[in-house]
């Protein structure tokens, strides 16, 4: 099992189980980062961490505070696949990180609108 990065006419396949997915809000300008893992063919949002509240960052009452981010584990059921959408407002975008490595999501060629994550066929 592998995770596919699909953008514009290319697909990047890493094979990982698990990944990290991470960006800086638009608005308050802080750390956003979630594990996931690739199982079934499907994807699952294990936990969630921001380092502070604000606009849109809104935290369900069970996160915790560690000392330096809220965590939580996310209560969705398990996606066929995940979009991201780029925004000028963040122009770094996303960090993907699996198997000790961390990329830019754009260094795995990436330069559209829109990023589909998925489990690969």
Sequence with gaps: MALCIAAAASITRIAALSFTLSWTHSVQKTI?????QVSA????????????????????????????VWRWKPTI??????????SDAVPEGYRLCADGR????????????????????
Aim: glycine share 8%.
């Design 32 to 36: 956003w980062e979630e594990d996931w």
């Design 77 to 86: 059921a398990p996606l066929p696949e995940l979009q991201l959408r780029r």
């Design 102 to 121: 961390c990329r830019a999501i754009a260094d795995a060629g990436e330069a559209a609108d829109i990023i589909v994550l998925s489990s690969c066929p």
């Design 41 to 68: 063919g499907r994807l699952h949002l294990i936990e969630a961490r921001i380092e502070s509240t604000g606009a849109g960052m809104e935290m369900p009452e069970s996160a915790v505070f560690d000392g330096k």
